[in-house]
Each structure stands twice: as structure tokens, then as C-alpha cells.
């Protein structure tokens, strides 16, 4: 049997008029918008007067959510549930591991979320007095959506309107109508680049959460998000602004206005004896620049110079990806060779120099040799732990591979010390045949 459930209000009374029939689930098909001919719906006589089904209350507003679902088998679902609730099984509902009470629970989930996206996504534009906006939402859930714009723009003339059905606000009641595709969406208005400034201005560079924020701002509704199209350059500006932030905060100073004009790695180790940037700078700590071919192809970063069994593990690790050691630049970003670990002030201070120090050189491939390394060439918000082993963007030509640091190797004897070891030098050789691969031809 098939029975028309357009609504809520229809599929409720269709199911209590088979329930008092006896109809079972299996006996029984819902549909939205049901075909005609042989496959017409069937009359359903309504439930006999003083037919009672009780439910639970928790299970009516369940229903009610669920009923937004765009799945077509909400109903059939929503039907065999109530069968099972008057059928014997009183507390199905407590058993959110059951087959269909979990479906339930998740599509009602998928409603309520999808309601806050809209209340929060709808973003309206003026067309001569009156307000409107186009959004499309994943369920159909204008009619449970509307109230919150009712009571959040009482003294506003407004419409919502989405690909199944608009509503509108007259300052007295709402009214629903038909939906309209995308391209009966307003256009945009004045207001909109205030909201971009705003947008701008309150958008916090230090506290990214890409994944997060595709989750929470899925990328099918920029369309109809004015701020939307500001958010690509904001994150290509977040890594500097975050810098910028934390210099600013502490006090920090920088080389940048020490660098000299001239560029070239020759200007750069002549000039770089005389920066007095940070605290390391000084008599007891003299300048340490980069060293190897001025064409290296590859350049290894590390966070300070290394020496002693560091220096003699990555040179043996060097060899067994394959590296002539002599065809690699080695460098650091903090510039002087002093006592004790270099702390992240030392290496922001000094990024000028190895900024310009990388540019001068044009590596193809940049291994950064452990966390800090990483964050100095690749920005303070890279997460090392994340994306260690993955190639990633360094500026125009380079590309970048973040690895372990050999003193870390050192420190991790056991076990994981050797699966470190294993991983700088298949990182080193995927290095060295990205390198090669880039190369230009003889």
C-alpha cells in the first residue's frame, strides 16, 4: 500500500488511521510526493472516533524533527518505530544502539544542525524597503527556521527564500510560499562591504582551525556569504599577522632592518657579523652563517648549528638517501652559535636573514630539521606533528619537508629512536628525488 505523507500533519493522521487498521510496516509505504496511475496513493479511512495510540512524548518531538529529513524513507522509518513503541516495545527509545531509534536520533541531529547553519548562514539584502535572503539549506526546514528571524527582526520587513519553500515576515505573522532556484537570489547590496570590514577586522588570524571551520562553514554556502570571499587572502595573511602579533605583544625586535639592500649570500654573511637583533647577539656568540654550493639544490634548516654526534648522525643518514653531502646547503635559522638551546624569540628575531638567506639561494626542496625549524620557514602555525613527511608549499619554487631533528633521534635510543631514524632518511630521500625531478635539463 502506498499512502501520501506531504507533511507531518498528514503522515500523523495516515498513521494512526493503519495503526487502528492493524497495517503493519512491512504492509506500508510513505511518500513525499507520490506518483499517479498505478502507483497512485491509497485512501486511507481515518482512525475510528476515540482511537487513542500513546507514545511517548519525547518520541512526537522526535517525529516532528525527523519529519524535516530529506530522506525519503524518513516516514517508513518514523512508521515502523511507532508500530514497534505500540507493538510491545514501550522503551524502544532507550536503546540508541537500536537500528532505527539510531537512525532516528542522527537524522534529528542532522535537523538541528542544520536549522543553527541556517539562522546563522542567512545573510540579508536590501531590495528597495524590504530584506531578503537566499539560502539552501540540506533539509526542509524553513517552517522550523522561521521563528527565529520572526523574533530576532520583529521591525523588519523580510523573506527567506530557499529551493523548496520561501517565507516572509510582515511585522504581524509569517507566510510561507514556494521556493525559488539561485538565480531569483537578491543582489548585492551597500551593505555588505560594512560586513566584509567587519568581518576583517574581527577575524582572528591565531585561532585557525581549517578542518573546523569547513565543518562548522561548509564551502556550499560561500556562495551566499558576503564574507566568504575575503576568507582565501585571510588565511594566506594569517601566518604573518600571527607573527606580527606575537612580536607585538612581547616586544620582541627583529633583523628586518638590518638585512642589507644587497641580497646575495656573499652580502648577506658579510653584513650578518653586525646584527645586534636579540640577546644572543654579541662577543661570546659569533655569527654563523649557511654553508655549501650557492646552486644547492637542496638546503637543510635546522633550528640552531648542530655539532658533535648530531652533526655526524645526519651526515651518515645523508648518505644513505643518496645525497652527495657536498651538494647540499646547510643552514640555521637562529644565526649565533651561543650556549644553551636557542628559544622561539631567537628564531623570529633572526627569520629576516634566513628568509632572505633561502631567496638568495632558490633551493628546490627545504628539509626543515625538526618543530622549530618548521615553524621558521614554514610560519608559527604549522603543526609539526600533523604534517611531518608531507610536501608542502615554501614560497614561489620551493617546496618544504618537515623531518625529526637528529638530536631527537639521539635522545630516543629505544625503539622509536630507530623508527625516527628510519623516517629522516626516507624524508631526506624523497627530498633528494623531488630535487632531482625538478632539475633542469642539461
Avoid at 604534517?387 to 608542502?392: I, K, M, N, Q, T
Wanted: proline share 9%.
Amino acid at each position: 500500500m502506498i499512502v501520501a505523507a506531504p507533511d507531518f500533519a498528514a503522515w500523523r493522521d495516515a498513521a494512526r488511521a493503519l495503526l487502528a487498521a492493524d497495517v503493519a510496516p512491512a504492509d506500508v509505504t510513505f511518500e513525499t510526493d507520490p506518483a499517479g496511475g498505478l502507483f497512485a496513493p491509497a485512501a486511507v479511512p481515518p482512525a475510528p472516533a476515540g482511537a487513542r495510540v500513546e507514545v511517548p512524548r519525547a518520541f512526537v518531538a522526535l517525529a516532528d524533527a525527523v519529519s524535516c529529513h530529506r530522506d525519503a524513507r524518513r516516514w517508513d522509518r518514523l512508521y515502523r518505530a511507532l508500530w514497534r513503541l505500540t507493538r510491545g516495545e514501550p522503551h524502544l527509545l532507550d536503546l540508541a544502539t537500536d537500528g532505527d531509534v539510531s537512525w532516528l536520533l542522527r537524522a534529528e541531529k542532522s535537523v538541528r544542525r542544520d536549522v543553527h547553519k541556517m539562522h546563522a548562514f542567512v545573510r540579508f539584502r536590501k531590495v528597495g524597503e524590504h530584506f531578503v535572503a537566499w539560502h539552501r539549506p540540506d533539509h526542509r526546514i524553513v517552517r522550523r527556521a522561521a521563528p527565529f528571524f520572526a523574533r530576532r527582526f520583529p521591525e523588519m520587513r523580510w523573506t527567506v527564500l530557499t529551493p523548496d519553500e520561501s517565507v516572509s515576515w510582515d511585522g504581524a505573522g509569517l507566510h510561507f510560499g514556494p521556493g525559488v532556484p539561485a538565480t531569483g537570489a537578491p543582489p548585492p547590496d551597500v551593505l555588505e562591504e560594512l560586513w566584509r570590514t567587519y568581518y576583517r577586522a574581527t577575524f582572528n588570524p591565531a585561532r585557525i582551525k581549517l578542518a573546523a571551520m569547513k565543518k562548522e562553514l561548509p564551502v556550499r554556502h560561500w556562495a551566499t556569504l558576503p564574507e566568504a570571499a575575503l576568507i582565501p587572502d585571510l588565511l594566506a595573511e594569517a601566518p604573518a599577522r600571527v607573527a606580527a602579533m606575537v612580536g607585538h605583544s612581547e616586544g620582541e625586535r627583529s633583523a628586518a632592518a638590518l638585512v642589507p639592500t644587497a641580497r646575495d649570500l656573499g652580502s648577506l654573511r658579510a653584513a650578518i657579523g653586525d646584527c645586534s637583533a636579540c640577546d644572543r647577539c654579541g662577543p661570546g656568540a659569533p655569527p654563523v652563517f649557511g654553508t655549501g654550493p650557492a646552486g644547492a639544490r637542496v638546503a637543510l634548516v635546522s633550528d640552531q648549528p648542530l655539532g658533535g654526534a648530531a652533526e655526524e648522525l645526519l651526515s651518515v643518514a645523508l648518505e644513505e638517501a643518496g645525497f652527495d653531502r657536498g651538494a647540499v646547503y646547510r643552514t640555521a635559522a637562529v644565526k649565533r652559535a651561543a650556549p644553551g638551546d636557542a628559544d622561539g624569540r631567537a628564531a623570529r628575531a633572526c627569520r629576516p636573514w634566513l628568509e632572505a638567506e633561502l631567496a638568495a639561494l632558490g633551493p628546490a626542496v627545504i628539509v626543515c630539521l625538526g618543530p622549530r625549524a618548521a615553524q621558521a620557514v614554514l610560519g608559527p602555525l604549522f603543526r609539526f606533528t600533523a604534517r611531518r613527511g608531507e610536501v608542502v608549499g615554501a614560497g614561489p619554487v620551493a617546496r618544504a619537508i618537515a623531518t625529526h631533528h637528529p638530536l631527537t633521534v639521539l635522545r630516543n635510543p629505544a625503539g622509536s629512536g630507530a623508527e625516527m631514524r628510519a623516517d629522516l632518511i626516507r624524508h631526506l630521500t624523497l627530498a633528494r628525488r623531488l630535487a632531482e625531478e625538478s632539475a633542469p635539463a642539461p
